[in-house]
């Protein structure tokens, strides 16, 4: 059973950085994929970025492409996620959520109406001047 936990967020201006990271105490991330999702106020939850276990692949939103990037450190046990340049419509609260698919990406990452295996509670980022 994962416990999977955020941190990272914040108040940044636009145009500004993040990152995210996502840790778990107890088990081994290395053996799950990992995604990042968000949900902004009034909206549906929407996919990120996801990586598969061995993070040979990964995916992007194409709102986040060539902004975000996802990374593991299997010695730390987390998962990060850059955020540069920053807009607004990046406010939402981001989670991280972690799959059993571990060898593709899974169906979640991939396309609206997946779900994944175990999520955390989640971090609030709040883009503003």
């Known amino acids: 059973q994962l416990q999977l936990v955020e941190s990272g967020g914040g108040l940044v201006q636009p145009g500004g950085s993040l990152r995210l990271s996502c840790a778990d105490s107890g088990s081994a991330l290395e053996y799950y994929s990992i995604g990042w999702f968000r949900q902004a106020p009034g909206k549906e939850r929407e996919r990120v970025s996801c990586?598969?276990?061995?993070?040979?692949?990964?995916s992007y939103a194409d709102s986040v492409k060539g902004r975000f990037t996802i990374s593991r450190d299997y010695a730390k046990n987390t998962v990060y996620l850059q955020m540069n340049s920053l807009k607004p419509d990046d406010t939402a609260v981001y989670y991280c959520a972690a799959s059993r698919t571990r060898w593709t990406l899974p169906a979640a990452c991939v396309q609206a109406g997946g779900d994944m295996d175990y999520w955390g509670k989640g971090t609030l980022v709040t883009v503003s001047s």
């Open positions: 990586s598969t276990s061995s993070g040979d692949m990964t």
